[in-house]
């Protein structure tokens, strides 16, 4: 007998399943087009069961609910979570559960491959320059930093994605949500 699901509940179960997919598939071996591989494949060391089951608990068992974002005082539910590596995985973090964190997606973009200390840093640097009224350059640097940052992921992305044939890279404001869509 299929569970029937309520459709709150239901797109919960499609983003994690495809935070999942993701997930799996950002740390999948990568190959150029002549075939030499140029990410060594990383298998995640949980199964998709197992993330839903993470994924449901840090909502306290209810995916209606909302949580603190890690980072920052944004509240963050079901419908739009982020999952980040707390210790960067580019700087030799952990793939495993107890390395993931739910954080909003402007965190998420923000923080990039910085650690948690440094980010911490960055954040205390921004509110210093707003202190110092210095309140144009403290939103510049944030603009710049966040611009840079989805570029970066952007670059990441379009190599993903030209490692194998794929359509054309729709526009890039839709862009991250496209990509999750073909999982
Ligand atoms: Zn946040």
Request: proline share 5%; charged share 30%; glycine share 4%.
């Amino acid at each position: 007998m299929k569970t029937v699901l309520m459709p709150r509940e239901a797109a919960f179960y499609d983003r994690a399943k495809k935070a999942y997919f993701n997930m799996r598939s950002r740390f999948a071996e990568k190959r150029n087009k002549k075939g030499r591989v140029i990410q060594v494949g990383r298998p995640l060391p949980f199964t998709q069961t197992e993330f839903m089951e993470w994924l449901l608990s840090q909502f306290g068992g209810d995916s209606n609910s909302v949580v603190k974002c890690r980072y920052c005082p944004r509240m963050i539910s079901g419908m739009d979570f982020q999952v980040e590596h707390v210790d960067p995985v580019k700087q030799g973090g952990s793939l495993a559960l107890e390395n993931l964190e739910l954080v909003d997606e402007e965190c998420n973009r923000f923080k990039g491959n910085l650690t948690e200390s440094a980010f911490a840093m960055l954040k205390e640097f921004l509110r210093r320059l707003q202190d110092e009224q210095l309140l144009a350059d403290a939103a510049e640097i944030e603009q710049r930093l966040k611009i840079s940052g989805s570029a970066h992921s952007m670059r990441k992305r379009l190599m993903m994605l030209s490692a194998k044939p794929k359509p054309a890279a729709p526009p890039v404001m839709e862009y991250q949500h496209k990509l999750e869509e073909q999982f």
